[in-house]
């Protein structure tokens, strides 16, 4: 056999090979990761996402998939904490996850993100708000469709000395990137009120602690009129009932965190007239109306805390993808940055941080037993 019918066959089969392997690639599922709690004290956060996620993809499978292929939900459960997100983002990662939903916590997230970004994998959150996540630039393939802690900040600092008149302002964190970060710009707003307020402590406390009676005596003797609290319920619940039960009545007003219907079981009877900022209402979107009538038929309730963020992200997250015609990086990013998507959140594009243009939050209260919305 002469050299140049070698270099012939050696063509046709390579030629053959790439075919075979573009036919193969393109009948390959889509993968799509879901990562967060889905046990421990914050599985109530993660449970709903992974819900939205599997709601959506059901309908898109059955409606024929994404570029004629199904999409494959690949699903672990990080219980929120950094270490094990890490390993989960590296797993996917080596499974040929093309997007992922998550995380869902904000330290979690942060601690998985550097593994998508090395590996150029767009990650979407529901619900990770710490700022630096976007407003940093070192996560350029991070997005969200919940707007971040500074705005949310912003809201709870406006509140507590606009509609509350109260001036002097204790803030308490639990010295963890989301509840740390909200803490500190909540501080940052009550020292550029101009004089409306004062913050008369500013203090972490530990998370799992069984009672925190020695920092509520601080509170008290610092004669604050408000609490603002960083970080998620398990501790709020502490905090509030510790409160309540010295007769400190004072607001104690938080983040999404601690706008869960876990925080108001925990705490039961305590926690009675606590405000907590949230994502803003959108049961007028019709998608909004849907996405909860198929949660209610699938699992007999309510959907928890995220859900509906959780489920634009995966709208937002398969649409980008259509539009691309690809799951290749480049083409999605530009997707997602460019392309309006119709959600349960409402229509949404991505901003050039990956942050989501029209969502925002509101202030909720515990009136009996359930979140009101008191302002927007």
């Known amino acids: 056999m002469n050299q140049r019918l070698l270099v012939r066959l050696a063509t046709v089969a390579g030629a053959a090979l790439l075919a075979f392997s573009g036919a193969a690639s393109a009948q390959e599922p889509i993968k799509l990761g879901v990562a967060g709690p889905h046990s421990g004290d914050l599985a109530s956060y993660g449970i709903p996402a992974t819900r939205a996620a599997k709601l959506v993809v059901d309908e898109v499978n059955a409606r024929g998939g994404v570029l004629g292929r199904q999409v494959q939900l690949l699903v672990e459960d990080e219980e929120c904490k950094p270490e094990k997100a890490a390993n989960i983002a590296a797993k996917f990662v080596s499974s040929g996850v093309h997007v992922v939903l998550g995380h869902i916590c904000s330290g979690a997230t942060k601690a998985a993100m550097g593994t998508y970004r ?43 000395l606009d509609t509350l008149k109260k001036k002097k302002i204790a803030v308490l964190h639990d010295k963890g990137d989301y509840g740390k970060g909200f803490a500190e710009f909540a501080k940052k707003f009550v020292d550029e009120s101009g004089g409306k307020g004062e913050v008369v402590l500013f203090e972490g406390i530990t998370p799992g602690a069984v009672d925190y009676s020695a920092v509520i005596q601080k509170v008290n003797q610092r004669g604050a009129e408000a609490l603002i609290y960083g970080g998620y319920h398990p501790e709020a619940s502490k905090l509030v009932t510790g409160m309540k039960k010295r007769k400190m009545d004072i607001p104690f007003v938080s983040d999404d965190g601690v706008k869960d219907d876990t925080f108001i079981k925990v705490a039961k ?15 007028k979107f019709p998608l909004f109306n849907k996405a909860v009538e198929d949660h209610k038929k699938a699992y007999g309730e309510e959907p928890g805390a995220f859900f509906k963020e959780a489920y634009s992200a995966t709208l937002a997250l398969l649409n980008a993808i259509e539009k691309a015609g690809s799951t290749e990086y480049a083409a999605v990013e530009k997707a997602l940055r460019t392309e309006w998507v119709e959600t349960p959140v409402g229509r949404i594009s991505f901003d050039e941080r990956g942050d989501a243009k029209g969502v925002g939050f509101s202030m909720y209260q515990v009136q009996n037993g359930t979140y009101v919305q008191v302002q927007e």
């Open 118 to 160: 090395d590996a150029k994998v767009i990650a979407m959150s529901p619900s990770a708000t710490n700022p630096d996540l976007t407003q940093s630039g070192d996560y350029p393939n991070f997005y969200r469709t919940i707007a971040s802690d500074d705005l949310q900040a912003k809201l709870g600092v406006d509140f507590t």
């Open 269 to 283: 009877e305590f926690a009675e007239g606590v405000y907590a900022s949230g994502p803003k209402d959108t049961s």
